[in-house]
C-alpha cells in the first residue's frame, strides 16, 4: 500500500535501465522495498570501499566510532575507505594503500563503491576534462570488479552544507562541480545498468532559491563529513540495496 514514507525513502535509489522494477511519480523512480532490518544473508561479505565518508564511520576527525557492522547490524562488512582519495588512487594506489586490490583480496560477496567528491576539490579542476577524467578511472575500477566477478553497486557524491560551500568558494562553485561529477557518473550507471544510490533525498535539502541541493546541517560535523545521524540516514537506502543484492 503506498504511503508517503515509502516515497520518500525510495525515491533515493535510481536503477539501471533494465532493473526499472517499479515506477515513476513525479519523474523520481520508486524502488520496491520495505526492508530497514540487515539481510537475512548477513553473514556475507561486503567492502566498503571509497573516501573519507566510507572511512570515518570509524572515527579520526569525525570523532565517530562505529563500524559498518554496528551500524548495520551485520558481521562482515570491510571498511576499505581511504581519506582524500580519488578513483584514480583507489585504482591505482598511493601511500602503501591499495583499495582496489585490497578489495579484490578480501574476495568479497558485494562492494559498495563511493568516490567523486576529492574529484571536486581539485586545484586541478576543468569544466570538460576532469569529469571525464573522473568517468576514465570509475570505469577501469568497475571494469576490474566485474573481471573478478564481484558485483557492486556505486553511491553517488554528496554536495557540502550551504555554508561550507560558501566558505570554501563564494558562489557555490565546489557543489556545482559535484553536481557535475554526479551527472556524469549518474549517466555512467545507467548505461551500463549499475545500481546507482543517490543520498541526496536522505541526508540534504534543495534550496527553494538556488534549486540546488545541500547536504543538511545537523547530519554534519564540518558541513563535509557526516556526523552519526547522518550514517544513520545512509543506513536506510544501504539496506534497502542490500537486502536486494545480497541473496
Same mark, same amino acid.
Given at each position: 500500500?503506498?504511503?508517503?514514507?515509502?516515497?520518500?525513502?525510495?525515491? %533515493?535509489?535510481?536503477k539501471?535501465?533494465?532493473?526499472?522494477?517499479?515506477?515513476?511519480?513525479?519523474?523520481?523512480?520508486?524502488?520496491?522495498?520495505?526492508?530497514?532490518?540487515?539481510?537475512?544473508?548477513s553473514?556475507?561479505?561486503?567492502?566498503?570501499?571509497?573516501?573519507?565518508?566510507?572511512?570515518?564511520?570509524?572515527?579520526?576527525?569525525?570523532?565517530?566510532?562505529?563500524?559498518?557492522?554496528?551500524?548495520?547490524?551485520?558481521?562482515?562488512?570491510?571498511?576499505? %575507505?581511504?581519506?582524500?582519495?580519488?578513483?584514480?588512487?583507489?585504482?591505482?594506489?598511493?601511500?602503501?594503500?591499495?583499495?582496489?586490490?585490497?578489495?579484490i583480496?578480501?574476495?568479497?560477496?558485494?562492494?559498495?563503491?563511493?568516490?567523486?567528491?576529492?574529484?571536486?576539490?581539485?586545484?586541478?579542476?576543468?569544466?570538460?576534462?576532469?569529469?571525464?577524467?573522473?568517468?576514465?578511472?570509475?570505469?577501469?575500477?568497475?571494469?576490474e570488479?566485474?573481471?573478478?566477478n564481484?558485483?557492486?553497486?556505486?553511491?553517488?557524491?554528496?554536495?557540502?552544507?550551504?555554508?561550507?560551500?560558501?566558505?570554501?568558494?563564494? %558562489?557555490?562553485?565546489?557543489?556545482?562541480?559535484?553536481?557535475?561529477?554526479?551527472?556524469?557518473m549518474?549517466?555512467?550507471?545507467?548505461?551500463?545498468?549499475?545500481?546507482?544510490?543517490?543520498?541526496?533525498?536522505?541526508?540534504?535539502?534543495?534550496?527553494?532559491?538556488?534549486?540546488?541541493?545541500?547536504?543538511?546541517?545537523?547530519?554534519?560535523?564540518?558541513g563535509?563529513?557526516?556526523n552519526?545521524?547522518?550514517?544513520?540516514?545512509?543506513?536506510?537506502?544501504?539496506?534497502?540495496?542490500?537486502?536486494?543484492?545480497?541473496?
Amino acid at each position: 500500500m503506498w504511503n508517503p514514507h515509502t516515497f520518500f525513502v525510495y525515491s %533515493g535509489i535510481l536503477k539501471g535501465k533494465m532493473r526499472k522494477i517499479s515506477f515513476i511519480v513525479a519523474g523520481i523512480l520508486l524502488v520496491s522495498c520495505n526492508k530497514f532490518t540487515p539481510p537475512q544473508s548477513s553473514s556475507k561479505k561486503v567492502v566498503m570501499m571509497g573516501d573519507s565518508q566510507i572511512r570515518q564511520i570509524q572515527g579520526g576527525y569525525t570523532g565517530i566510532k562505529s563500524s559498518w557492522n554496528e551500524l548495520l547490524g551485520m558481521e562482515n562488512i570491510v571498511n576499505e %575507505g581511504h581519506n582524500g582519495y580519488m578513483f584514480e588512487e583507489m585504482y591505482n594506489g598511493i601511500d602503501g594503500n591499495f583499495p582496489l586490490q585490497q578489495t579484490i583480496n578480501h574476495n568479497p560477496d558485494y562492494v559498495y563503491l563511493m568516490g567523486g567528491t576529492n574529484e571536486s576539490l581539485s586545484g586541478e579542476w576543468d569544466e570538460i576534462e576532469s569529469p571525464k577524467k573522473t568517468i576514465y578511472w570509475l570505469d577501469k575500477i568497475c571494469k576490474e570488479l566485474e573481471a573478478n566477478n564481484i558485483p557492486f553497486s556505486i553511491h553517488l557524491p554528496v554536495p557540502f552544507t550551504k555554508s561550507k560551500d560558501s566558505t570554501i568558494n563564494v %558562489g557555490g562553485v565546489l557543489n556545482y562541480r559535484i553536481e557535475k561529477i554526479s551527472e556524469v557518473m549518474e549517466e555512467y550507471c545507467y548505461i551500463n545498468d549499475i545500481e546507482c544510490i543517490d543520498l541526496k533525498p536522505f541526508l540534504c535539502y534543495k534550496d527553494e532559491t538556488t534549486h540546488r541541493w545541500f547536504l543538511t546541517d545537523k547530519l554534519s560535523f564540518d558541513g563535509i563529513h557526516f556526523n552519526l545521524g547522518g550514517y544513520e540516514m545512509w543506513k536506510q537506502p544501504l539496506l534497502c540495496s542490500m537486502n536486494k543484492n545480497l541473496k
